[in-house]
């Protein structure tokens, strides 16, 4: 490919995944014109080297992309969910990871400290990550909503609608081998589904190709410790999925 190619495919890579700008530096868009990568540009992405498609996919900066998204994210007030809470929960772990982790929105102790799942039902998710063989940074996790609502109580439809997108796009970016659906409200956003989470969880679903596994949110295991053992079995079935 040559600079005007290349040009055209990262612009046309930035757009699948949601951006209505080129999120690059000005210094890079220079150096990316004179056939110098930049860190934020994939390392494939020079002029005068001669790349295939793949390798231009294949070398994307995930980890740039992502921060790039945090940054559009800024301090968002594009729902009311921002008015009561502290930080904003974007999400964390491997960009890499095989697994991607979809909760509903961040809790108390989510909010203080603008990390996912870092609460009593964070604890019992991580045994759970560690029980499968896995550390927590192998793996990626966010949430719907990246605000907390106020109580605790579920996201609302608008606020679900505005914040959805990201979540999607950090999809998009991770592109992960398995979606794991905490709880009702991830499941039946990620899988537009109306189907109670005890219908939905066990079973595979499909987002945009990538195979999604609902299975029951860790607040819930809490609660109902007896039903441990079904997330337990679906995670089976994830690990199965990824081998
Ligand atoms: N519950 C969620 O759904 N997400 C978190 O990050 C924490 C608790």
Redesign the pocket.
């Known amino acids: 490919m040559n600079a005007i190619q290349v040009l055209r495919k990262t612009i046309e890579f930035y757009r699948e995944l949601g951006f209505e700008y080129l999120p690059l530096k000005s210094s890079a868009l220079r150096n990316l014109a004179i056939g110098q990568t930049s860190e934020s540009i994939p390392a494939s992405v020079n002029p005068h080297q001669q790349v295939s498609e793949d390798t231009c996919s294949y070398q994307l900066n995930k980890e740039a992309v992502l921060d790039d998204l945090r940054n559009e994210i800024g301090d968002c007030r594009r729902c009311k969910l921002y008015k009561g809470r502290k930080n904003i929960?974007f999400g964390e772990g491997d960009p890499e990871a095989d697994i991607m982790f979809i909760?509903?929105?961040?809790?108390r102790?989510?909010d203080l400290q603008a990390?996912?799942?870092?609460?009593d039902?964070?604890k019992l998710l991580n045994n759970l990550i560690l029980k499968l063989g896995l550390r927590r940074q192998d793996v990626y996790?966010a949430?719907?909503v990246k605000c907390r609502p106020p109580n605790n109580r579920n996201p609302e439809e608008d606020e679900i609608s505005i914040c959805s997108p990201f979540v999607e796009r950090q999809i998009a970016v991770i592109d992960p081998k398995v979606i794991v659906c905490?709880?009702k409200?991830?499941a039946q956003v990620i899988l537009r589904s109306k189907n109670a989470i005890s219908k939905l969880r066990g079973n595979f679903f499909s987002y945009k190709h990538i195979p999604v596994m609902p299975t029951f949110?860790?607040?819930y295991l809490l609660r109902n410790p007896k039903d441990k053992w079904l997330t337990w079995e679906d995670m089976q079935k994830v690990l199965e999925k990824i081998k």
């Open positions: 929960v909760g509903e929105g961040p809790g102790d989510e990390r996912p799942f870092v609460g039902a964070g996790i949430n719907i905490l709880g409200i991830s949110h860790p607040a």
